[in-house]
């Protein structure tokens, strides 16, 4: 087709005139040329790179024997994919989004919000060789590619920052924006693909992919907090058309390729693996409650200015004024000096130093500044605190713009003239709730047999779907069952 035609000879031309930067290279999936900024050491670099901050913001979710249970279920495939030389690393991060997402160069990663929604091995085998999809076809490099050609920044949460997301990107830039960026149908068809090769090959029933597929479909109808929203997993993994379909017809043609080859399910073996897993939001991270936000952990508090908007991504927290001419921004940053934090902070955003003063917020050292900040003929006006507390540093930054500086100062500055240690014992040691394995006893539907457990009534709908169940469904005698406690 003369489309096509064109299409060849575009990209060529693209690679020609950007050969002195990276050039073309050949797909390891589809054995074509295609643009690509990114060599393969610089892919493995950026993925290192992108590895370190997704940690800091996220963090590991502390249970060495889950992480070692999801690295052994990912490496066989890793090895069975297009690109079995990469040094691949598969890992659980301690957030309750339902997501799972790769960064270039190998790294894999899974959320303890999306293994709650798994329901057997096979399933987390297919989410884990998509995500290696992603990888080996080069989707999220090539995404970089194309960002480095339109010169698009990404930053997490530059929405609540009305006007002044470019002005601060450096300070909303977490390194993480990479793993958000949305793929093509195209992609996700593609990633489907191979999700299902590398599941099959490595002997699973990989027909199971379109089940996870269906109970994130189903989430969104969920009662609660979750209601009417699409999953983060579709948010930057767009449902193609088909989609269930198409995979267990994928999966069925491997297998019968493979006669008498016996396929792994293990639902009990998995439920096993994430019992006592934490579910939902941990409260000893830091929970917000009325217009404090507590962190147990630290044993502090501070105040959130009322009737602004509140947003939190990992370790990193963002308030907004109802007209967004306010941005208050705090971020807990591991294993950090005041000092060299501060100093980066000016040298980033090429600010002019108005006020450095040091001094103690709840008996733990601070140091304030005030920056002033100009692009493109715009004046801001940052009030920044840093309090050094048990091997961390916790960042407060107030902007708004010159002129409103003073309207606002009292706003901007109230979360960390609030910030005290926890008075009210109770809130100093929250639990959060887990995910318990519990065996059925006697035939039930699963209302019946959760209304007799004692299980919390407002929890019914989504342990329903959590296994992918309806509360009315019937259980067998022996059947295990996800509940939250």
């Excluded at 990209?11 to 950007?18: G, H, I, P, Q, T």
């Excluded at 050609?149 to 300070?171: F, K």
């Excluded at 900040?373 to 407060?396: H, M």
Aim: charged share 20%; aromatic share 8%; hydrophobic share 40%.
């Amino acid at each position: 087709m003369i489309v096509a035609s064109n299409s060849r000879i575009l990209v060529s031309l693209c690679c020609f005139m950007l050969a002195v930067v990276s050039g073309c290279a050949v797909n390891p999936v589809t054995g074509q040329q295609e643009l690509m900024l990114l060599s393969e050491p610089q892919e493995r670099q950026m993925g290192g790179q992108t590895d370190q901050a997704v940690i800091e913001q996220y963090g590991l979710y502390p249970d060495t024997p889950l992480n070692s249970y999801i690295e052994g279920l990912g490496q066989p495939m890793a090895r069975l994919s297009h690109r079995p030389e990469l040094g691949w690393s598969f890992k659980v991060m301690d957030t309750p989004v339902v997501n799972a997402f790769a960064a270039p160069g190998g790294y894999i990663y899974v959320t303890r919000g999306l293994l709650a929604a798994v329901n057997d091995e096979a399933e987390l085998a297919g989410v884990l060789g998509h995500e290696i999809g992603h990888v080996t076809a080069r989707h999220s490099a090539r995404k970089y590619s194309q960002m480095m050609l339109t010169n698009l920044g990404v930053g997490l949460g530059i929405s609540l920052a009305g006007d002044y997301g470019e002005l601060l990107g450096p300070l909303l830039q977490a390194g993480t924006g990479l793993l958000f960026l949305k793929f093509s149908r195209d992609d996700e068809r593609q990633a489907d693909a191979l999700g299902v090769e590398y599941a099959s090959k490595a002997g699973f029933d990989a027909g199971k992919l379109a089940d996870f597929f269906t109970s994130l479909e189903r989430m969104s109808s969920l009662d609660g907090g979750d209601g009417g929203r699409l999953p983060e997993f579709f948010s930057t993994h767009p449902n193609p058309v088909n989609r269930q379909a198409s995979v267990r017809e994928m999966a069925a043609r491997w297998q019968a390729e493979r006669p008498g080859q016996a396929v792994r399910v293990n639902r009990d073996g998995y439920l096993q693996r994430i019992d006592g897993m934490v579910y939902g939001d941990d409260p000893r991270q830091g929970f917000l409650e009325g217009d404090w936000f507590y962190l147990p952990e630290l044993g502090v508090q501070f105040r959130v200015p009322a009737d602004w908007n509140f947003a939190r991504e990992g370790q990193q927290i963002q308030m907004a004024s109802p007209d967004q001419k306010g941005l208050i921004f705090f971020e807990v940053k591991q294993g950090a000096e005041i000092a060299p934090l501060a100093a980066s902070f000016v040298t980033d955003l090429k600010a002019e130093l108005a006020r450095s003063v040091n001094g103690t917020k709840a008996g733990m050292p601070s140091l304030q500044q005030v920056l002033v900040v100009t692009d493109q003929g715009k004046r801001a006006v940052i009030q920044s605190e840093y309090i050094q507390g048990q091997g961390k540093v916790l960042a407060f930054h107030g902007m708004t713009a010159e002129a409103d500086f003073a309207k606002l100062q009292q706003s901007l500055t109230l979360p960390v003239d609030s910030f005290s240690a926890i008075r009210d014992q109770a809130k100093r040691n929250p639990q959060p709730r887990r995910i318990h394995v519990e065996q059925v006893r006697r035939p039930a539907s699963l209302q019946t047999f959760l209304q007799s457990a004692k299980i919390e009534k407002t929890l019914w709908e989504k342990i329903a779907w959590m296994n992918g169940m309806s509360l009315g469904d019937q259980l067998s005698a022996g059947q295990r069952i996800k509940t939250v406690r």
